[in-house]
């Protein structure tokens, strides 16, 4: 997907579609894991769709969720899929910042003589 070492770092325009294609990549892996989020509050805790959206957003943005689970399969829910956001922002600042960390690692890396 990247170039190598011994080719030239890539023109600028291609640069900033790169990292938008990320960026894009980043915000539907967010998209999905709300809807996820949301569909599990609603079926397991039977929340009005504004306080699974509110409880997910929390979750996945690191503050833990607004209701209390009441169900046993709504504490196994929360528990889990507070484990899961933890990856998915990992994961989501990883890919956002992969073409930018290539191409600095790239620009130092790269036989000009060649």
């Known amino acids: 997907m990247?170039?190598?070492k011994t080719h030239?770092?890539?023109p600028r325009k291609h640069f900033v579609r790169r990292v938008l294609l990320h960026v894009a990549a980043s915000l539907a892996l967010l998209l999905l894991s709300i809807l996820l989020g949301m569909a599990g509050y609603q079926y397991f805790e039977q929340l009005p769709w504004r306080d699974a959206f509110l409880n997910t957003a929390m979750l996945l943005g690191g503050m833990g969720p607004v209701d209390p689970p009441r169900t046993d399969g709504g504490k196994l829910f929360a528990g889990v899929f507070a484990l899961y956001a933890g990856l998915v922002f990992l994961v989501a600042v990883a890919l956002t910042f992969a073409p930018v960390v290539h191409r600095?690692?790239?620009k130092f890396h790269?036989?000009?003589d060649r």
């Open 110 to 112: 790269w036989e000009q």
């Open 2 to 4: 990247y170039e190598s």
């Open 104 to 106: 600095v690692m790239h």
């Open 8 to 10: 030239p770092p890539i």
